[in-house]
Nanobody
Framework: QVQLVESGGGLVQAGGSLRLSCAAAGRSFSAMGWFRQAPGKEREFVAAISWSGSSTYYEDSVKGRFTISRDNAKNTVYLQMNILKPEDTAVYYC?????????????????WGQGTQVTVSS
């Protein structure tokens, strides 16, 4: 498994932006994903990116507002979040797994970060 550390969460007003970062310990040739979990809800897929960065996938509600990217030289994946809405409020987790191909399912990932809180006020 790979150790992952997220950062960049915080409190922002609706319409604002945040950029989350996830640093991976050691080199990884795997896809990486972002998930989120709101209070009382299941953890849900947000975005994923292939190891090469050439393929990205997004949950429908964040398409056009969020952008996932990665810098393999820094072993870091990013989630740029624009036009934030109150319903984006959640703990955001990054994850990685054994495959270089990104997936939308939690069971495709076997290493998870500790999460970072994002709160969007209305």
């Amino acid at each position: 498994q790979v150790q992952l550390v997220e950062s960049g969460g915080g409190l922002v007003q609706a319409g604002g932006s945040l950029r989350l970062s996830c640093a991976a310990a050691g080199r990884s040739f795997s896809a990486m994903g972002w998930f989120r979990q709101a209070p009382g809800k299941e953890r849900e897929f947000v975005a994923a990116i292939s190891w090469s960065g050439s393929s990205t996938y997004y949950e429908d509600s964040v398409k056009g507002r969020f952008t996932i990217s990665r810098d393999n030289a820094k072993n870091t994946v990013y989630l740029q979040m624009n036009i934030l809405k109150p319903e984006d409020t959640a703990v955001y987790y990054c994850a990685t797994g054994p495959s270089p191909i990104p997936g939308r399912l939690k069971n495709e990932y076997n290493s998870w970060g500790q999460g970072t809180q994002v709160t969007v006020s209305s």
